[in-house]
């Protein structure tokens, strides 16, 4: 079958590319980090690798929403948003409508 044929692998299309620079900005902040920061550039270089964004979480042990969030956000604030820290506070409102009420 020619390579136009091939059927494309679910996922792989999610692949995004990453210049070299920012690679080795990644694969520092993976090796060096620690806790979400290290966890979030390791998701990101895998994506870029190619690896199909449910093998992505399966690997780091997260959900596929959780890393697409990682991309949009990597993809609008660079590498600003991999030392971002903050997490969103849950107000009782938020608490009650997730839980149905």
Known sequence: MPLS???VLPGVQDAFALSSELQESLRELARNAIGAPAKR???LLLLASGLPTPHV???LG????TI???RARFESGGMKFLQDGRRRKSTEAGVSEAAGG
């Open 5 to 7: 044929e091939e059927p």
């Open 41 to 43: 550039a390791r998701a």
């Open 57 to 59: 979480a399966n690997r």
């Open 62 to 65: 997260v959900n596929t929403a």
């Open 68 to 70: 697409k969030y990682w």
